[in-house]
């Protein structure tokens, strides 16, 4: 019996790493929690780059996911941009606290682990799991 959805089961405990992410303290000093850096990560766009890359890899981490199991590749160039992306937060040592330009020093939080994790979990999930299209049965 094959599985026909878009998340296979074999590649469902990243996806549950990645939404315990989402309710994990992102900051050691200060509790934002990940859904919170998540909702907010893509206004680095408007000037800090940096949290910005960090979020990129939020959009491949999911296109990883809504790819066809049976593109391999496709999977696993989006799985390890998600990790890369992820590993640019490492980076980041202090953020834009208010809109008057003052700056909080930060460092990354459990949250940060988990959802790294998840990435890295995807990416061995898929090069395990996913079916290889050069392979014949």
Avoid at 13 to 25: K, V
Avoid at 45 to 62: D, E, H, K, Q, T
Avoid at 63 to 76: C, G
């Amino acid at each position: 019996m094959t599985n026909t959805g878009i998340i296979p089961r074999k590649t469902i405990f990243p996806l549950w790493m990645y939404i315990i992410a989402c309710f994990l303290p992102v900051f050691k000093a200060e509790y934002t929690p990940g859904i919170s850096a998540l909702l907010m990560g893509w206004v680095g766009i408007i000037g800090y780059w940096p949290v910005f890359f960090s979020w990129l890899a939020n959009i491949c981490f999911f296109a990883a996911y809504l790819i066809p199991s049976q593109k391999k590749t496709e999977r696993i160039v989006f799985s390890l941009l998600s990790v890369l992306f992820g590993l640019t937060f490492l980076t980041v040592k202090e953020i834009p606290e208010s809109e008057g330009g003052q700056m909080m020093l930060i460092t990354p939080g459990v949250a940060f682990w988990f959802w790294i994790s998840s990435f890295l979990m995807l990416l061995f999930s898929i090069i395990i799991y996913s079916p290889d299209k050069t392979k014949h049965c």
